[in-house]
């Protein structure tokens, strides 16, 4: 029996109230989902058996934060990418999202485009381009210092899709004793 896993970095401290605050603004305004701000590193079918907590830990080994480079905020048709901020590609991230591959069970094609989702909704491109540039961050890097490993059906189409996840485990980064 199998399950579908994905490992989100999860923003450290500041950023992640900003985001958290976004997302549900977004989402009370648009009638939409609200969760928990993430960046997907790895996603695919895993065994039951499988342990996400060694993943996390072997994968992320000797890594406190990840720090990422924002590229701007964008929108698509994709259901959850309905509005998100990019973040530039970064070899670290790639390493990180290599070794989930390699330590997985069932290593899936998933192709790292590191991004944070600010709303998952359908609607019509004008109303996607109107938020987009209605928004502006107040940081050009985010820092992640937690790795989450959730279980879903795979990838939500809808909004009974997103509130089906469900949180398996949560990893700090940081070592016990680190100033954050």
């Known amino acids: 029996m199998s399950r579908h896993l994905s ?3 999860v923003p450290a401290a500041q950023p992640l109230i900003f985001f958290q605050q976004l997302i549900e603004t977004l989402a009370h305004a648009q009638q939409a989902p609200a969760f928990a701000p993430h960046l997907t590193i790895y996603s695919g079918e895993s065994p039951a058996t499988e342990n996400p907590l060694s993943i996390i830990s072997r994968a992320m080994s000797g890594v406190n934060e990840v720090r990422l480079q924002v590229g701007g905020i964008s929108y698509s048709d994709q259901f959850t990418k309905t509005l998100f901020v990019q973040f530039h590609q970064s070899e670290h991230l790639t390493r990180i999202t290599e070794n989930m591959r390699r330590l997985s069970a069932f ?3 998933y192709e790292l485009n590191p991004h944070l989702s600010l709303l998952y909704k359908h609607m019509p491109v004008g109303g996607k381009q109107l938020l987009a540039c209605s928004l502006q961050l107040p940081m050009s890097e985010v820092s992640f210092d ?27 980064l940081r070592m016990e004793g680190d100033a954050r």
């Open 107 to 109: 290593p899936s094609a």
């Open 7 to 9: 490992y989100w970095l």
């Open 146 to 172: 937690a790795v989450w490993a959730v279980e879903s059906e795979g990838s939500p189409r809808e909004a009974k899709d997103v509130m089906s996840w469900r949180v398996v485990c949560r990893e700090s």
